[in-house]
């Protein structure tokens, strides 16, 4: 049964299509990679999984469930979170508060509550507090929790951004290009991270460039090329397919 | 307590000062102003520092529930505390019915739709003379009475003020410090990735716009009762620049910032006056200075700087521990 089904799905903008009749499944507990070249769609593609872009055409399920025309909040309310290939790190607040804000699907005090703080918001903001640095933990990050956003190098907030999807305990978690700007090791330890991020239950869908990783970590891979499905399939198989190699580095 | 240290501290203060110099002018007259300044401020902040929605219209809600309370009392003889009801009731509709529609808007397009509702919202104070008498205002509103108390002294409202204002403070410490207000800074800092996270943006921003709008509604009630007098000027469009000029100066984002921000802003005009004509040409340098080399705001900038200090030393002592 898979996890996530996209039929058909179909994004033009104007009289560009970027991504054309795209049909793939994914099964729960993979790491699931897309790759293709620049322009082929990818990230596309994750936003409208998401529904930051609204597909004009097709229809994605969640866990059985139609998301295609839901907003990204509801999606996120399912079990579907994601990092950016742009840093989208909350800049005003330090490294905790940061993951805490991922934690506010598995928390519930508004506004007025807060407001007067009631005994309930006092417990909850308690419990929120370690559920973060549970995730700060995981991702190697609690060393920095106290320290403002603004003021960390960039394969912390990588990282950081992961922590904070992470700590909203989703069933399925997009990753945009984690390993871009990063150097050898920091790309090592990324590696060892999603991995443990699989081992824990969590469905990985990746979009990387960086090809030693995908190859070594995934269970299937994707091949998008202007936004049409080229090849899918275990990465041994894609690494052997002719027309994928024609695709990398042109036929001929 | 370690949270709300600074709340204390600044309780304390505000309430001593009057009960230690009664008769003082800057307490008792200028200390009112700075008093209604900080409460509007502060409410402001709410939405502009912490979830990063501008509105150069904030003064019109202060002048609606001034307003409201004039014309209810005086006019149609209902008893302040109904027609303070009344005033949230209507700013409550009025705001809750544009913040949707208004907070769609982004950066300028946001500014330009504030500042139409607070021109409107003034036009009609000046204008609709049979409700609100024009240029020249109401004035005679009765007696405001706490309990059976009437407040009816300089000294009586700087409490009544005082009181307000640090409720209105302590409301924003915890909203700061909370689920809601964490998820107004991730409105602020992306609204994509606050999405995301499972955050209902348009509610979290329309929620903030009207809780903001009620707090400067009952500081125009307690405002127009405390004046005994309401006219369109003190609900301008320049207030509501001012009171974004506050929010800034302190330093977006803090609820001290704010506090700092419009206690400046309204104290610095009285101690100016000595330099006669000069006085709001070194005023505007004042500000240009602070906002030159403190671009944070003046509070929000020292209170980086400690933060920082205070990790470089963290960092020192872990550095030690493991050599």
């Known amino acids: 049964m898979p996890l996530l089904e996209v039929k058909g799905l179909e994004k ?107 005994p309930s918001v006092i417990a909850e903001e308690k419990r929120v507090r370690d559920m973060a640095l549970e995730a700060l933990e995981f991702c190697g990050l609690k060393y920095y929790s106290s320290q403002p956003a603004s003021a960390l190098p960039y394969g912390i907030l990588k990282k950081l951004e992961i922590a904070r999807a992470l700590a909203s305990k989703p069933r399925l978690l997009l990753m945009d290009e984690p390993a871009a700007g990063l150097n050898d090791t920091e790309t090592m330890e990324l590696c060892r991270l999603i991995e443990a991020i699989r081992d824990s239950g969590i469905t990985v869908l990746l979009v990387e460039h960086n090809m030693g990783l995908v190859m070594e970590i995934s269970q299937t891979v994707l091949v998008l090329n202007y936004g049409r499905l080229l090849a899918t399939g275990p990465p041994r198989d894609i690494q052997k397919n002719p027309e994928v190699i024609a695709a990398y580095l042109g036929e001929g | ?93 009025l705001s809750y019915i544009l913040s949707r529609p208004i907070l769609k808007l982004k950066g300028h397009y946001l500014a330009m739709a504030t500042l139409g509702l607070g021109i ?100 125009g009630s307690l405002f127009a009762h405390q004046q005994n007098f309401v006219s369109p000027e003190s609900f301008s469009f320049f207030f509501s620049i001012e009171l974004v000029t506050m929010v800034v100066l302190g330093g977006l984002g803090s609820t001290f910032g704010a506090v700092v921000g419009a206690f400046i802003l309204s104290i610095l005009p009285e101690l100016l006056i000595v330099f006669e004509d000069f006085e709001v040409l070194i005023f505007g340098a004042i500000l240009m200075v602070i906002m030159i080399f403190l671009p944070e705001g003046l509070f929000v900038a020292i209170k980086n700087k400690i933060a920082y200090l205070a990790f470089k030393r963290y960092q020192k002592e872990v550095a030690n521990a493991t050599s």
Not at chain 1, 25 to 44: L, Y
Not at chain 1, 106 to 113: C, D, E
Not at chain 2, 19 to 28: E, K, Q, W
Not at chain 2, 145 to 158: A, E, N, Q, R, V
């Open chain 1, 12 to 118: 033009s903008f104007g009289g560009l299509k970027a991504i054309t009749d795209l049909s793939f499944s994914v099964p729960e507990g993979q790491i699931f990679s897309i790759i293709g070249p620049n322009g082929a769609g990818k990230t596309t593609l994750f936003n409208l999984l998401t529904n930051i872009y609204r597909p004009t055409k097709g229809s994605i399920f969640f866990n059985k469930k139609d998301i295609t025309k839901l907003p990204p909040f509801k999606i996120a309310a399912l079990g579907i979170s994601r990092t950016f290939q742009n840093l989208q790190v909350f800049m005003n607040m330090n490294v905790v508060e940061n993951v805490m804000v991922g934690c506010h699907l598995r928390s519930k005090s508004g506004l007025f509550a807060s407001a007067f703080r009631l």
């Open chain 2, 120 to 219: 409107i919202v003034h036009i009609f104070f000046v204008q609709a003379d049979e409700i609100t008498g024009g240029p020249d205002g109401i004035s005679g509103l009765p007696t405001l009475s706490i309990f059976g108390f009437p407040i009816d002294t300089d000294l009586k409202w700087y409490f009544v003020f005082a009181l307000f204002m640090l409720i209105t403070v302590l409301l924003s410490l915890n909203i700061a410090d909370s689920r809601a207000g964490r998820a107004l800074s991730a409105v602020h800092g992306s609204e994509i990735a606050a999405q995301m996270m499972g955050i209902d943006t348009a509610k979290v921003k329309s929620r903030i716009f009207v809780f903001s709008a009620l707090i400067a509604c009952i500081a």
């Open chain 2, 1 to 93: 307590m370690k949270r709300l240290l600074g709340f204390y501290i600044f309780s304390f203060i505000t309430l001593v000062l009057p009960i230690l110099f009664p008769d003082n002018y800057y307490v008792t007259v200028v200390g009112l102003t700075v008093l209604i300044n900080i409460s509007l401020a502060v409410s402001l902040n709410l939405l502009m520092g912490y979830a990063g929605q501008i509105s150069l219209g904030h003064a019109a809600f202060f002048g609606l529930g001034a307003y409201s309370s004039a014309i209810f009392t005086i006019k149609y003889g209902f008893s302040p505390w109904t027609a303070i009801t009344f005033g949230l009731l209507i700013v409550f509709l």
